[in-house]
């Protein structure tokens, strides 16, 4: 995923979860982590407030942490498939 892309789903993630603060059929925090979680790469503000929810719940952050692990093997190993069948 390019940068811009990255950009553009954190904001959009952000942006529902502010949303999901004031709407009760959302989950407000859970897309403003999500968000965090996306753009902590791309801003300096994401990975200090990522720092903060790390430090409050370590656990449940090393578990998403290993889930993007598998999902970004699992992405790739579906790439080489894609293109050796294509090839």
């Known amino acids: 995923m390019s940068s811009w892309q990255r950009k553009v789903l954190g ?10 603060l004031v ?6 925090v859970l897309f ?3 968000g965090l979680f996306v753009l902590r790469d791309q801003y ?3 990975r200090r407030w990522m ?6 719940f370590p656990r449940q ?7 993007e692990a598998r999902l970004i ?9 894609l293109r ?4």
């Open 11 to 20: 904001f959009a993630l952000l942006a529902l979860g502010v949303a999901g």
């Open 44 to 46: 300096a503000w994401a």
């Open 73 to 81: 093997g699992w992405s790739r190993r579906q790439g080489e498939k």
């Open 61 to 67: 952050m090393a578990r998403v942490e290993a889930m």
């Open 51 to 56: 720092g903060k929810l790390e430090a409050r």
């Open 32 to 34: 403003l982590a999500l």
């Open 84 to 87: 050796r069948l294509l090839s």
């Open 23 to 28: 709407l009760p059929i959302l989950q407000g």
